[in-house]
């Protein structure tokens, strides 16, 4: 039984990184693409970063990403905070509403936006409204429930005694938040904040229906490609992608090994000093 969990996890693992592999070494070839792999070269490199297009559409997903992130953290955050000072009831009734737009179909959610973003577009008469803002919050928007998840659960742990404290030693509610539970709730708040930027950066569906034609991201920008044999310049823009991901990934779970170890310092404490 162990040796064909051992099997089974190796095809499930090849079938995950096999094609990411694939667009890797496609990437260093000096052909045209999978059908023409040759030597090694970063042929396709140079002709990713000569492309203006793919490049300005990369700039402005990024441009997104950070600015959405930044935001819906700021937001998410404070939201976070009002939800864990409501009544239990209130409280489970507030995060359902918040989880639907997590469960709730991209498309529906794009549909819904674009149809919104045009009733005001009509409203005050703006033509194009489409563009680099409404993109902006629309990304917000669904950025918004990942963040309230992950600074959620390190509330709950917080131990209230120590805001009640330090408002007992005459220290201001304001001061004592950023004193004492903001510290305490940062790697909860990075950690939602590095979420919202790789959904951001990922996000194709939504982005589709609210951008216009002067502003668009670099997955709406990719789907053009589709419908044509790729060039050999996608491969390294996938391969670039991924390796973004990737390190962003990585500096979500050093943070959570440092939290946990710093957690686990704080429960071996008491039991050092005795």
């Not at 990411?20 to 140079?46: E, K, M, P, T, W």
């Not at 992950?150 to 917080?158: D, I």
């Not at 668009?216 to 996938?238: D, N, W």
């Amino acid at each position: 039984m162990k040796k064909f969990n051992k099997i089974f996890t190796i095809i499930v693992f090849v079938f995950l990184y096999a094609p990411i592999v694939l667009l890797i070494i496609a990437s260093f070839s000096g052909g045209r693409g999978l059908n023409d792999l040759r030597d090694f070269s970063f042929h396709q490199y140079r002709e990713l970063f000569r492309d203006r297009g793919l490049m300005q559409s990369m700039l402005n997903s990024l441009l997104i990403a950070v600015l959405s992130s930044l935001i819906a953290t700021v937001l998410g955050t404070m939201a976070a905070v009002g939800i864990h000072s409501m009544g239990k009831k209130m409280r489970s009734v507030v995060m359902s509403v918040t989880n639907i737009p997590m469960i709730n179909p991209d498309i529906v959610t794009g549909i819904s936006l674009a149809l919104l973003f045009v009733f005001f577009g009509r409203m005050f008469r703006i033509n194009n409204i489409m563009g680099v803002f409404t993109i902006l919050i629309a990304h917000i928007t669904f950025n918004l429930p990942y963040v309230i998840l992950s600074v959620m659960p390190k509330l709950r742990q917080l131990n209230k005694h120590l805001t009640e404290a330090a408002l007992d030693l005459g220290c201001p509610p304001a001061k004592a938040f950023f004193k004492v539970v903001l510290p305490e709730i940062m790697p909860s708040i990075i950690s939602g904040g590095l979420m919202a930027f790789t959904m951001s950066l990922d996000d194709f569906v939504i982005s589709y229906f609210v951008s216009g034609a002067t502003f668009e991201t670099l997955p709406v920008q990719i789907y053009t490609y589709t419908k044509k044999p790729l060039p050999g310049r996608i491969y390294a823009l996938f391969a670039v992608l991924f390796t973004l991901i990737l390190l962003v990934m990585l500096l979500m779970n050093l943070l959570q090994l440092r939290e946990t170890q710093r957690r686990n310092r704080k429960l071996v404490m008491p039991t050092n000093d005795l």
